[in-house]
């Protein structure tokens, strides 16, 4: 039976991840939360209901929900928000039809799988991950929670990544290298060793080039 479910977020993020969903078919989409849109707005005619609060009383009505915020920490904040004000919704996954997710993959709740993103033979994407479109994460990955695969972004196997780390768009990580927490992986860059946690790192190959706090902007 389809589902009615809540989408947290209504910038340009939220409209891929509606897309996705709409593809994917298992959900009736309710409308939107977000405090920073007036209410009342429309994207892809869904209607912007008010913020996380218009839940608290609205819980029993809502089946399922999804942060479609792209910053990780954002992400993160939005989804503990909500947490704490329905603490028995669950979130939902988007994963898109021509996304390809191999044998033994798994993928946490709250996940964003788009058009043409690969999940390789038991690869585990966390909670709350992003995968763009053309990401690809290769067999055996251990991916945490919370980290974003920007468009074409790819692993090879047995890569592990930290909890709030971005790997951003086009970067390309060789099998078996570990990136920790909070880090970010520049545009382009190839990683060929292992990337301490809270680091920026980028170039070819890739160099860390700062330390990095926790929820640093990146977008
Ligand atoms: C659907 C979507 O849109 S998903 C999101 C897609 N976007 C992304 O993935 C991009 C994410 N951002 C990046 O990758 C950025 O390069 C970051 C965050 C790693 C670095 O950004 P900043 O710290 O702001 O670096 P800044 O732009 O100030 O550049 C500092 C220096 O580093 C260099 N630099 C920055 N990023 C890179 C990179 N990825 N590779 C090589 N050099 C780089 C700059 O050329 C500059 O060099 P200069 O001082 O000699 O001029």
Redesign the pocket.
Known sequence: MVKNIIVFGAGGHAKTVIDTLEKQGLYRIAGLLDGGKPAGSVIYGYEVLGNEEWLADRAGEIEGAIVAI?DNWRRSQVADAIRSLAPDLPFVSAIHPAAHIARGARIGAGSVIMAGAVLGSDAELGEHGIM?PGASIDHDCRIGRFVSW??RSVSGGNVTVGDFS?I??GAVLIHSVTVGEHC?V????TVIRSIPSNT?A??TPAKP?REREHGER??
Request: aromatic share 16%.
């Open positions: 792209g763009y920007a468009p971005a951003a768009i970010v520049g545009a382009g860059s920026v980028f170039g080039v990146y977008l």
